[in-house]
């Protein structure tokens, strides 16, 4: 669990960082020895290919995995919005519980840069969880709408996917709709206090 808000931003700065690689597994590249034939190396000769390079992990999945670790379960919901499961609406699920970072609980009327929302996404039985939406809200990543990062996972953890791409990052679908949260800062969980 986080212990600071000073620790939560360095994170969250952590998170946002671009350019992360893994670290090469400083294995030597194998050494193969190909067969006869067409664009074969001739016989007795060796060819040393180099090791495949790790993917890319996208942000969506590293938020995924941050958000396991920092054991978001744990956290409260925005004050004056209850623990409990409550009701929902389409896109999300019949009943939603919602969890906050201490940041953005600190400063629910203004949700200020770090803040972080996630919403569990239940059926009608309030028991079965059908995905999660999470809102990060990242200095400079769209200043136009709220500079809030949008993603939506399964429920075992598997980024979304529509029409073939991830639902993260710029999802038009929830800024559209977002947009009509009162205070312009693109949360519903904060209206009416």
């Not at 028991?127 to 136009?144: C, H, N, S």
């Amino acid at each position: 669990m986080i212990r600071s808000l000073k620790s939560a931003v360095a994170i969250a700065a952590v998170l946002l960082g671009t350019g992360f690689l893994w670290a090469q597994s400083g294995s030597r590249p194998a050494v193969t020895r190909p067969q006869n034939g067409a664009g074969a190396v001739p016989s007795g000769t060796y060819r040393q290919t180099t090791p495949q390079q790790p993917r890319e992990v996208p942000f969506e999945e590293k938020l995924w995995d941050w958000l396991q670790k920092a054991q978001y379960k744990n956290w409260g919901p925005l004050p004056g919005v209850t623990a409990d499961a409550y009701r929902g609406e389409e896109p999300h699920g019949a009943a939603l519980r919602l969890y906050a970072n201490r940041v953005a609980a600190g400063k629910s009327s203004e949700l200020p840069l770090g803040s972080i929302l996630v919403k569990e996404n239940y059926s009608e039985d309030a028991q079965t969880l059908m995905g999660i939406t999470v809102m990060y809200r990242a200095k400079g990543f769209d200043p136009e709408h709220g500079d809030w990062f949008w993603a939506k996972y399964e429920a075992d953890g598997r980024v979304s996917q529509m029409n073939g791409m991830p639902v993260a990052g710029r999802v038009g679908m929830c800024i559209e709709c977002h947009s009509g949260a009162g205070g312009k800062d693109f949360s519903f969980a904060n209206d009416g206090r």
